[in-house]
């Protein structure tokens, strides 16, 4: 079992940057890929980035490639998702999570959710 917990979250200009953190605690943290989807209101979860178990595979949300960086230390069981050259439109409720599953990007995938943090995005 993992348990997760967002930060970083906030009020940012469009064009300004942010870095989520997600904090993990529970046994063998390393055996798990983890991932970040995010929520806006009225809206699907949406698949935004994801990091195999050994860090070397990353995946990431077309609407967020060139922008957006996952990376994981397993020595601070801590994964990070850096946001550059934010857009109004990333503006949703982050979520990290964790998986068992080979497969990265589709939510059903994943078996622990955090609670989420807020990011908002100004024009």
């Known amino acids: 079992q993992v348990q997760l917990v967002e930060s970083g979250g906030g009020l940012v200009q469009a064009g300004g940057s942010l870095r989520l953190s997600c904090a993990a605690s529970?046994?063998?943290?390393?055996?798990?890929?983890m991932g970040w989807f995010r929520q806006a209101p009225g809206k699907d979860r949406e698949f935004v980035a994801a990091?195999?178990?050994?860090?070397?595979?990353?995946y990431y949300a077309d609407s967020v490639k060139g922008r957006f960086t996952i990376s994981r230390d397993d020595a601070k069981n801590t994964v990070y998702l850096q946001m550059n050259n934010l857009k109004p439109e990333d503006t949703a409720v982050y979520y990290c999570?964790?998986?068992?599953?080979?497969?990265?990007?589709?939510?059903?995938?994943?078996?622990?959710w955090g609670q989420g943090t807020q990011v908002t995005v100004s024009s």
């Open positions: 529970g046994r063998t943290f390393s055996n798990y890929g």
């Open positions: 990091i195999s178990w050994s860090g070397v595979s990353t």
């Open positions: 999570a964790a998986r068992r599953s080979r497969i990265a990007t589709t939510k059903s995938t994943y078996d622990y």
